[in-house]
């Protein structure tokens, strides 16, 4: 049984920044590549980024670009998202997810395993 556990949201004011992380447990982590979403109240789930099995691939989301890092510690099984210039319109709830194979893959239907989420609120 897969476990994804999110921490680190909150509620910060816009410019600050926050580091999502997520917890894996119950298959190898290495293995599969993983990703963050996210979904605002009234909205669909969107892709933030994603990071390939060894960490040296990632891709990105354009409103995350620039402001955002995926990163992953195979030996610790967690991925973080380092969120740097948050803005209001950032505000959402954020999940990781684990992906059925080892590449970068955008969609959401890629992803096997996802967390609970955790809210990430920023103040104007």
């Known amino acids: 049984q897969v476990q994804l556990v999110e921490s680190g949201g909150g509620l910060v004011q816009a410019g600050g920044s926050l580091r999502l992380s997520c917890a894996a447990s119950?298959?190898?982590?290495?293995?599969?590549?993983m990703g963050w979403f996210r979904q605002a109240p009234g909205k669909e789930r969107e892709f933030v980024a994603a990071?390939?099995?060894?960490?040296?691939?990632?891709s990105y989301a354009d409103f995350a670009r620039g402001r955002f890092t995926i990163s992953r510690d195979n030996a610790k099984n967690t991925v973080y998202l380092q969120m740097n210039s948050l803005k209001p319109e950032d505000t959402a709830v954020y999940y990781c997810a684990q992906a059925g194979n080892a590449g970068l893959t955008r969609s959401l239907t890629a992803y096997d395993y996802w967390g609970q989420g955790t809210q990430v609120t920023v103040s104007s």
């Open positions: 990071v390939t099995w060894s960490g040296s691939g990632t």
């Open positions: 119950g298959r190898t982590f290495s293995m599969y590549a």
